[in-house]
């Protein structure tokens, strides 16, 4: 697949130093390029290598023979932001069928982070966690899930009230406790039935 802003040559390029290095253990040289890609002088490849190096994508020592690496630029995913969510007294949002889909920014992160988990983001509002270090103005990342293990923090929807709440969750028999986590406010006690988890919380992204 073409990358955007990449010149086909310079793809041609990038690919042959990386399968060169792989393959040898060290950098080719402008002819080696010249002849692996088949361009048709080293004025070209001259050209293009400086291009890639102004770009940030490789870089070279002009003392050093075979002095060409790539950079190593980690790949992000970028997450949806859907929103706000009460750490605190939960807050209403449009529905429960369509809270989570109405992304008005987006959250570039290392891929690595995300690894293979359907992730959005939610910022806070309200200090209920402040003890679990999340404060009004943070962002939290979640996992997309419908159940929870007890202790865990999740993003639960209260269908009676149609509204959303960040809390730590206990499923007892007959009814789910949403506790703070703030030694001043007091748990949310809910019928199971009425109780919704949309997301577990995977991670903090701390406001400055």
């Known amino acids: 697949m073409r990358k955007l802003g990449l010149n ?3 793809e ?3 690919q042959f130093i990386h399968e060169f290095i792989d393959e040898r253990g060290y950098s080719p040289t402008v002819r080696d390029i010249l002849k692996g890609c088949e361009i048709s002088s080293t004025a070209v490849v001259q050209y293009h290598l400086d291009v890639l190096e102004k770009e940030g994508r ?3 020592d002009p003392e050093i023979f075979r002095s060409i690496r790539l950079s190593q630029k980690k790949s992000t995913v970028f997450v949806p932001i859907l929103g706000t969510i009460a750490a605190g ?3 209403p949002v449009p529905s429960s069928d ?3 889909n109405q992304s008005t920014e987006m959250l570039e992160l290392p891929q690595d982070m995300a690894g293979d988990k359907q ?3 939610l910022k806070v509002k309200g200090q209920s966690m402040i003890d679990a270090l999340i ?3 943070d962002i939290v990342l979640m996992e997309t899930a419908n159940s929870a293990e007890n202790g865990e923090m999740v993003a639960v929807w209260l269908k009676d009230r149609q509204e959303v709440t960040l809390k730590r969750i206990y499923i007892e028999t007959d009814r789910v406790l949403l506790k703070p986590a703030n030694q001043q406010l007091k748990p949310i006690q809910q019928h199971p039935d009425n109780v919704e988890i949309q997301g577990k919380v995977i991670g903090v992204i ?3």
Do not use: C, Q, S, V
């Open 8 to 10: 086909t040559t310079r």
């Open 12 to 14: 041609r390029i990038l």
């Open 58 to 60: 490789i870089h070279r």
């Open 89 to 91: 007294e939960p807050i």
């Open 98 to 100: 369509n809270w989570a």
């Open 119 to 121: 992730i959005f983001a």
């Open 135 to 137: 404060d009004d103005g």
């Open 206 to 208: 701390r406001k400055l």
